[in-house]
Structure formats: structure tokens, C-alpha cells
């Protein structure tokens, strides 16, 4: 039960710092309204996605060095394939990105169960081969993407019964975010296969012992990780119109997006909603940053410093929680 | 059942062949430097000359220094991501300060943010316990926002690459590259420390067992804070010497040296878990490294396709060598 209350309490904490935020960014800028709080989510999409992808992943004990990589295979392959192609045929294309996205994932969790190399070497030498893929698909940033994809992340969702103001403040991304992520992880966190997930990583032998498929389910969370990444490379493509084959900053991001949500490195513990409340935290610390007009390298200092920051502190309070003399 | 116990059991070869593998593992790994040398001179008869080996050498030291920093961390458990940008930072402020600067002042000045990083890892590691990985992924990102920032202050007036530096990277003296003056007593240093001297039987001890050494009075903070520092210090040299090699100063310089040199420690047979490995078996994985891509270059093979096989043969090799070792 206390355990319950530290992980909540770790969420709402996170959340009262994310309206902390808005606050202070109201006051740095008192201009800041729905429109940018719109842009605010199309920037989060992405990141969201890669930190959904590597959340899953965490919670099952591992981690997945290839989250990037796979961003940008998935995203030049979108963007390629929607090339010169009718509106109608990214219907087919989204299915197919997606698909490749799974089956890329279960690709990283069958070399990791078949092989038993450590987790961490497997997905860095499948971050190799990703890379080569998507230089293999598309050697440039270049590619199109449909105008109805492209669209579906700009502008508001109407909801009826809202007044225009409040519309105004769901814009589609954040929607699209929450729905995909709604659809995956709330039947996964409420069927046997989450409970799974959550038992391996939190005592793989014991759950072997209660006769949780280990194997079986370690491949599952690192398809459905594919699936987020694939997920947040279709986003990148519609949100920039184009693939580019060098993958973005999204593994520390992801990484730390998840400790700063309260997920355990060691597997076992936290949610997603936390990693994903994270996330729009640190874009919004960048917001904020470029509001004050601050050169955007010296932005990129100050992330880091407190991307660590908040890790040390993060690693600090659960060392200080831990009953004397436990390992970590 | 003693009857069992006491018969010996007949053994057959492969059996044998696998527990001497085991007993040695470096042989396995030469035997695989050996094969793919012999595919080369088989695929270009005759381009396995003194020019050659000069050349791969020189290509090789670098990367089996950086690779040396993994060693030494990943036997405590830990990694050293950041050693790509403190070896571009030195090797850049090295380049830019050279100009007005005495050297010794521009050396110390290069050595400063290796310094500081290492002892930020360390604090970050061995103190607030935060993951390795994550910390030095995080320093390394701030290192490159002060490196981008650094470079505005100095674009003005230019930057050179000192003449030693120049003849310590290109130089070869009868057959031997200059750099070798460098790389053997480092590597010797390496090599005696991990075996001979306390610290680096402090290594072993938290690598595999991190409560006993602690309890048995290691200082686990102390030992992991000078570890990063002298990895950092061991990263900021190389970047020195590679300047001297590529002669080209730029931001990512030995960016596409940190995941290589991971795969060589790897497959030099180091645990990434800790407690487990050395040195010799490194840098002949960074020699198969050099190898490999010179052999990859010479199929000219698109930088995809190469990327693509360069992550499949760390995940074979690794799992091979995983193979081997089970069976002691």
C-alpha cells in the first residue's frame, strides 16, 4: 500500500510540477495561449511515442537501445513509400509502417530470449542495423507525406458541448497521443499479458516459477515497444513532411523521460502515464527557455543539466526510501 | 550412482575443443582476427603489406583507448557513453586554443572538461547511484551544448593542428606508427592496474559482487569516482591523438568511435554486468573492429549495408563467445 501512495504520489507530484510550469510560462509570457499550448503537443508527439516505446520495455526489466534508430527506419519508410503516391495509399502505408514497427520489436525480443546476450548488446547492435536500413531506404532526409496525415495533427478536435474556448485547447496531437496510447496500454495494463510484463521485470525468476511464459512475454514488450516507435516515426514524418535517415535526440529523452516518471531501471514498477506527464515537462522547461529568449545551445546545456539533475535526485530519493543496507 | 560419479566419462572432441576455447578465450577471438585478415588478402591478394598493418594500427589505437574506458567501466558494471564527446571537446579546445596559446596551457585547457566530466560521472555514479548509463548519455549531451556554444567564442580565430599531435596520429617511423609510442604504455598501464595493483582488484570486487565489497570496507564511491575520472582522462588523450589522425577538428569528431568501441570491449569477452574481463581480450577486438571495416570498405559496400553487418557480427560474435564461455 505505501508503495501504492510513493508511486502516485510520484505521479502527482510530476503533475503539479508540469502546472507549475504552465504557471511560470504564463508569467514569462503572457501571450502564451491555446495555439502554442497546440504546437507545445505536436513537439511532444514524437518524444511521447519513443518514451511510451522505451516505458514498456523498462517496466519488463530491459531496455531498448534501438528506440531511435527504429524512429527513423520507420519514419524514411513512411515518407518514401508516400512519395508520389496517392492520398489513398497511405491508408495502406500507416497499417504497413506499423506492422514493420512490431515485427522489428518481436525481432529485438526473439535475438535477446534465442541468443541470452544481455539486452543492452542486442538492441545496440540492432540500433547498427536500424541505422543501416533506414540509410538503405532513404540516404537523405527527403520524402513526402499525405496531406490528410499531415493534417490530422494540426489544428482542434471539435467537441460538441465545448464552448470555442475551451476547443480551442484540445488540439488534434494531444488527442492522437492519447488515444493511441489509450488503445494500447489500458486492455495491456488490465489483461494477464501486463500483469506479466510488470512480473518479469520485477523477479524474473520468481515469475518463471509461477509459470509466467518469460520468453513468450519478454518478445511481446519488445513488439509492442516496436509499436511505439513505429508510432512515434509515423509522427515524426507527418509532423515534418519528410523521413530523415539520422536518428533524432529521442534515446536519452526517452531514457530520462522514463526515470523522471517514476519507472524503475530495474523493472517492475511505475506507468505510463507518468513518463508521458514527464515528457511534456522537459519540452516545456525548453519552451520556456526559448521564450527567454536564451540561445537555444545553451538551452540544450541547461536540458541536460536538468535531465541529470532530476536523475540524481530521482536515484537519490529511492536510495534514501531503501531499507539500510539493500542492494540496489 | 558413485559408479556414475567416478567412471570417466568419455569426452569427445568438440567437447574438448570448447573446454580449451573456454580456458582461454582469447584464442577463439585471434582465430577470428586471423580469418578475416585471410579474407582479405583472399578478396585483394596482395593488400596485406607493412603499409596495411601501419594503417589498420593507426585506426585501431583510438578506438582500443576508448575501448579501454568501457573496459574498465563495464567491470564495475557501468559504461562510459560520454567518452565520444569529451574525446571531440579536448581534441576541438586542443585545435582552437593552439593558436594563441603555449601548448602546455592549451593541453591543460584541453584536459579540463575531460576532468570535469569524469568527475561529474563519478559524483553522479558513484554517489547518487544513477544508472551509468543514463549519466554519461546525460554529461555527454551537456558536453556537446558547451562545445556548440564554445565554438561561436573561437570561430574568429581559427584552428591548427600542432605538428606533434600531427606526427603522433599520421607519423609512421620504420614501419611502426607513431601512435604506438602512445598506445603501449597505456595499454600496459591498463593491463598492470587491472591485474596487479589494488584498484584494480577494486574493480573486479564491485563489479561482481558490489554488497560484499562494500562490506568488506571498499569505498564504493571513491573507487567509481576516480574510475570515470581517469576513463574521462583516457578519453580526452585519444581525442588528441585522433585530432592528429583525422585532421579534420569538427563537432562530432569521435562521435562514430562510443558504440564501436562498446562492441569491442563486448567482443573482447568483458562482461557488460561487470566482474568479468580484461584488456588483452579488447584490443584484439578492436583490431577485428578495424579489420571488419576495412573489409566492409573494400566490398564497397553502401555506409547502410555496412552499418547494417557491422550490428549483426557484434550480436554473432557475442553470442558465440556467450556459447563458448557457458560451457567452463
Redesign the interface.
Known sequence: MSRFIRNQGWVAGLFALLIFLFVITKLIQPGYGSGDFGSLARAVLPYAFAVAAQTVVVIAGG?DLSVAAMMALTSVTAASMMNGATEEYALFVVPFVLAMGLVLGALNGV?IVV????D???T??????L???????L?APGGAAAEWLKASVIGTVPVPGLPDWADAWVPKALVLLVVCLCVVWIPLRRSRLGLSIYAIGSNELAAFRSGVPVARTRIIAYALSGLFAALGGLSLTISTGIGAPIPG?Y??AS??AV?LGGVA?GGGKGGLLGPIIAVFVLRLVRTDLTLQAI?P?????I???I??AV???G??I??RSRPAGA?? | MTDIATMPRPVSFGRRLKRFMADRPLIPLIILLIVLVVILQILRPGIVNERWLANTAKFAIPLAILAGCQTMTMLTGG?DLSVGTVATMSAFIMATQIVNQDPTVAFLLAMLPAVLIGL?NGI?VGV????P???T???S??G???L??YQ?TVIASGAKIPDFLNWLGTGVTYGFPNALLLFVPVAVLIVLMLNRTGFGRLLYAVGDN??AARLSGVRYWQVITALYILSSLLAGITGLLYIGLIKAPSLSLAEPLV?PS??AA?IGGTS??GGRGGYTGTIIGALILTVLTTLLTILQM???????????I??FV??AY?RIIEDR
Open positions: 531496455i535475438l541468443t541470452r546476450v544481455p543492452i548488446v542486442v545496440l547492435a540492432m540500433l547498427f542495423v541505422q543501416g536500413a533506414a540509410l538503405l531506404v540516404g535526440p534515446l536519452l531514457v530520462a526515470v531501471l540561445d545551445n545553451v538551452t540544450a546545456i536540458e541536460g543539466a535531465m541529470v536523475v540524481m535526485f536515484a537519490f529511492t536510495m542492494t540496489p | 559504461i561529474v553522479g547518487f547511484r544513477v544508472h548509463l543514463i549519466m548519455l546525460g554529461t549531451l551537456i556537446t551544448g558547451f556548440q556554444v561561436r558490489e554488497r558504440l562498446v562492441a563486448v557488460i554486468f553502401p555506409e547502410g549495408g555496412r552499418r547494417i553487418l557491422f550490428g549483426f557484434v550480436l557475442t553470442a556467450l
